[in-house]
């Protein structure tokens, strides 16, 4: 799913995303792996907002995604930050055209996670993997199985303030591992609310699965984390997986 009339409204309803603790782990895994690294490749970079906060760190930052309407809001945001990022639109399964390769490839906020099927995530990996230096790291994360079968499946979330009010379902999906959330969502239009629905599919994988598909890819998985904590595993109830993987010579 591309996040299209979504994507106008994204930033507000993720007011509270802990974005600071994503770029906190992308900093402290690229200061224990790759010290050096300045030039940052962030695939699925949505409305920029980890791309932006990371290029005010002084790092070379190029971000992608496939949405050109979170693009555009991207963009929005970039010419308000007084800082230098390259939004473009690409596939991540399909990433080239780029001049020189990165020190470091991120893929934040479960984007791996809308990919349908484990050749598109293959496929992605090797992407990656032709835009890294040697050595270079690639770091992302996703929904563990936890996550998908005892938070998301059955759930409803709603989201209200005085401008926009969000309904969100989650339903299993007929593929394993897998939800569909069906969101509606209302947007104050001078004195009428506006409704949207967006239907959006995640899928993913045992830590298993996803590091044999790194190794097939060339990588070398150097660490997997839970929640955020660079210095602890996984545990069987962490809700988000992060993988370090580097790529070998």
Known sequence: ?????????????MKD???????TFINESISTYSPQAKKILDVGCGTGEIAIRLAKQQLDVTGVDLSEDMLTVA??????SKVAVLFLQQDMREL??????????????DSLNYLETNDDVQATFHAVYNQLKTRGLFIFDVHSIHKI???FVGATFTDQ??????IWNSYAAEESNSVEHDMSFFVKRDDLYERYDELHYQRTYTIEEYTSWLEA????????CGD???????????????????KKE
Request: charged share 25%; aromatic share 18%; glycine share 2%.
């Open 17 to 23: 995303a802990p974005y600071e603790e994503w770029v």
């Open 228 to 246: 955020f904590r660079f210095d602890e595993s996984p545990s069987s109830t962490s809700e988000r997986l992060f993988f370090i993987a580097r």
């Open 161 to 166: 303030d005085e401008d926009v009010s969000l």
């Open 1 to 13: 799913m591309i996040y299209q009339g979504f994507a106008y409204i994204y930033d507000q309803l």
């Open 149 to 151: 079968h005892n938070i």
């Open 217 to 224: 890819a060339s990588f070398e998985v150097v660490k997997v």
């Open 96 to 109: 080239d055209g780029f001049v020189e390769q990165f020190d470091v490839v991120t893929i934040c906020c």
């Open 75 to 80: 963009q929005s945001k970039l010419n308000e």
